[in-house]
């Protein structure tokens, strides 16, 4: 632990020359980090920002890349389309970036997509699912869109898999909020896989964001008696309808998606559920290991998948730029359509629609912390 402490001070204490111009001499490369730091998902924000911070602070104290600095834009852009939007159009055209980390959330990350692909601006999101990030509506993929995370038809196979064949459920109910990108996409998408595999969709539900009171879907799900109830949504609205649902003494497991990964999960409500992620801080691969100590040690707290995955979106973005040798995001593009990366969440090549091939990882929660389950390979 102490040597790591040392390390972040002597990272900082080089940070802090090369922003004084002590370092390098070959100018700076800005770039911008979209992430929910307020909103109904601060957590994501806070992760998302931690873990794309280390990676730049490790690359500056290693030189920057091609002799450059690397400054980091933090812009809160609250998991939502118009503050997204926004942070956009600021960093884009004040700042002048050419690269942009971010955003989290689908439904923030596909409005700043065209922004960004307009302005060939390369965007990378970390972690949003839902295919339209990297695809237009004419199912052309947009040239300056990357993420380094899988897909959405991918995770719901994975959830439907699992509860179908690992759990052995056959009837499930859906919920879904219709006017989030992710987990409208994410609910299509595990419907489809657990009726192809057998299974019986038993009843599906709408609610909104701004719902607080879940009572009456919850006394349809009573009333379908489902072996699992599928709620693919972020974990503030996961924490709501499981601690209703726990204090009407109903029984049901609850499964969702990535979305469900915070440390303000609410464990008690929600135990007893499983959900699909794309990291274990329990991972013992090497890199994850030696990421999970680094974090540690600058943060004081354990990193998520949002963590991992700012990180590895970071370290990818600038490994790109440094392969492309120069500031310029269609040598940049071309570097990222070539490239293996050797990640936290695993290795990353991108398919033709900037979309990595990953293994997904299955979570437990459990009253006393999120356990790790099983890894299932696309
Ligand atoms: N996949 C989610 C989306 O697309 C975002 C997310 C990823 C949330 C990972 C938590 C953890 O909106």
Not at 61 to 89: F, Y
Not at 97 to 105: D, M
Not at 106 to 118: C, L, M, T
Not at 167 to 185: E, H, I, P, S, T
Request: charged share 20%; glycine share 8%; hydrophobic share 45%.
């Amino acid at each position: 632990m102490k040597s790591f402490k040392i390390l972040s001070v002597l990272v900082a204490s080089v940070m802090l020359l090369a922003a004084c111009g002590g370092g390098g001499g070959g100018g700076e490369l800005k770039i911008a980090i979209l992430a929910p730091l307020s909103g109904p998902v601060p957590t994501f924000g806070e992760m998302t920002r931690d873990g794309a911070l280390l990676a730049i602070e490790e690359w500056n104290a290693k030189g920057g890349v091609l002799g450059m600095t690397i400054v980091p834009i933090v812009e809160d852009s609250q998991c939502t389309p118009d503050p997204a939007v926004n942070a956009a159009n600021k960093v884009i055209n004040q700042d002048g970036v050419h690269y942009i980390i971010g955003e989290v959330c689908s439904k923030a990350s596909i409005p700043v997509s065209e922004i960004a692909n307009a302005a060939k601006v390369i965007q990378m999101s970390p972690t949003s699912t839902n295919p339209s990030v990297t695809v237009d509506q004419n199912g052309v993929t947009k040239t300056y869109i990357y993420r380094a995370c899988f897909i959405d038809p991918f995770q719901g196979l994975v959830g439907a898999k699992f509860a179908y064949e690992n759990l052995g459920y056959r009837k499930a109910f859906v919920m879904v909020d219709q006017a989030n990108d992710y987990v409208k996409g994410l609910a299509e998408n595990f419907k489809t896989a657990f009726t192809d595999l057998g299974g019986e969709i038993v009843g599906e539900a709408s609610y909104t964001a701004n719902d607080t009171d879940f009572s009456s879907i919850l006394a349809q799900i009573d009333e379908a008696d489902p072996d699992i109830v599928y709620l693919p949504d972020y974990y503030n609205i996961v924490n709501l309808v499981t601690a209703q649902a726990k204090d009407k003494g109903m029984n049901v497991p609850f499964m969702g998606g990535d979305g469900w990964d915070s440390a303000d999960l609410n464990l008690e409500a929600a135990a007893g559920g499983y959900f699909t992620n794309h990291y274990s801080p329990d991972s013992d691969a090497p890199l994850a290991v030696d990421f999970r100590a680094a974090f540690e040690a600058k943060y004081g707290k354990t990193p998520d998948a949002l963590a991992a995955l700012a990180y590895d979106a970071t370290n990818l973005l600038l490994a790109a730029i440094e392969a492309a040798g120069a500031d310029d995001t269609d040598k940049v593009a071309t570097a990222l359509n070539e490239i293996s990366f050797e990640a936290v969440s695993g290795t990353i090549t991108f398919d033709e629609q900037h979309n990595p091939i990953k293994a997904a990882t299955i979570l437990k929660v459990t009253t006393e912390g999120v356990q790790f389950e099983t890894v299932v390979n696309p």
